[in-house]
């Protein structure tokens, strides 16, 4: 592949590439080319992606099939030879670009060409977020099937908490079925249960708890239960209380989950009349034998020599109030 002379970068079309492009793929190269000569020589090295033979262009052909989910269109490419772990400048992959349309095809094509399921861009983002972040169980059971791993930094953006915070409880679910670490302590986001429950979702806390994660864990001194007694919603701090947060937890400002609530709010109306009636000795009972189980073991409950009425119980498909 011919290379352009001058700073490194490339300042004409090859014709090795022309003939091997689809006519959509040759009129988009022209595109790109003709972009990159009209741009001034100093801001070629800061608008580009870097090609895996060390040469420059625009954004490639695979980025927009894969974006577009145009599956013949990106296998075609990938065979006329294209890179499929191409980068943009801020290390945005098609894969990346796949999953972030919930394009499941698309990126099983790149995965099977040898695209890199852990790739990161600048902001620490993998195609695992992205698909999170879409709301794609498909495209994530993709990726972990491919061996994604679910946080690679602390200080990167998490797919747990991502999913847990906006709602997608199908992707939460394949994470969990894939032994993530439900408990995963983010500084400045805190555990998913904390996020969930500020963001108020309660069918993804409802699958954390059932998980078996701490519902004491929060961020820093804040409990979930602090996050949730500040939003409006009766039925997670209910859920929150039924799985043992404790009531008489304080911040770092030492407030407790009925001090930070609004005032004559629902919710504080709850946590009072909660602080004055003790907790039953089956909800007691319930709380002591998930400990002694643990959480690694919760998915056994079913397995245990007791009537089907005390497993549910205890995997909380039976309410209290008809046990």
Not at 239 to 262: M, Y
Request: net charge neutral; charged share 20%.
């Amino acid at each position: 592949m011919d290379i352009l002379e001058g700073e490194g970068l490339p300042t004409r079309a090859t014709c090795t590439l022309a003939d091997h492009e689809s006519s959509r793929g040759r009129v988009g190269t022209k595109r790109v080319l003709q972009r990159v000569e009209e741009l001034p020589a100093k801001r070629k090295t800061s608008w580009a992606i870097l090609t895996s033979q060390g040469s420059w262009a625009d954004r490639s052909p695979l980025h927009e099939a894969a974006s577009q989910g145009r599956l013949l269109a990106l296998r075609t490419l990938i065979s006329q030879g294209h890179n499929v772990n191409t980068l943009t400048i801020d290390h945005v992959t098609p894969l990346h670009e796949a999953c972030l349309g919930d394009h499941v095809g698309c990126a099983r094509t790149l995965l099977e060409a040898g695209a890199n399921v852990n790739a990161t861009t600048i902001d620490g983002v993998t195609p695992l977020f992205n698909a999170c972040s879409r709301g794609s169980a498909s495209c994530v059971d993709l990726l972990l099937e491919y061996g994604a791993k679910t946080q690679l930094e602390s200080c990167q953006p998490s797919p747990t908490h991502e999913a847990s915070s906006k709602g997608y409880s199908d992707c939460l679910e394949v994470l969990i079925t894939w032994g993530i670490d439900v408990d995963q302590d983010i500084p400045h986001l805190g555990t998913p249960l904390y996020a969930a429950c500020k963001s108020q979702q309660i069918h993804c806390i409802r699958k954390l708890l059932y998980a078996g994660a701490n519902v004491q864990k929060g961020r820093y001194l804040d409990t979930p239960l602090h996050a949730a007694a500040q939003q409006p919603s009766t039925e997670v701090v209910n859920l929150l209380l039924d799985f043992g947060a404790d009531i008489n937890a304080k911040n770092t400002d030492l407030r407790r989950p009925v001090e930070v609530a609004a005032p004559s709010s629902l919710v504080e109306r709850l946590l009072l009349l909660y602080e004055a009636t003790p907790c039953t000795l089956c909800q007691l009972c319930r709380l002591c034998v998930r400990n002694c189980i643990g959480r690694s073991r919760l998915h056994l409950v079913p397995q245990l020599q007791l009537p089907k009425i005390l497993t549910d119980f205890l995997q909380y498909r039976e309410s209290i109030t008809n046990f």
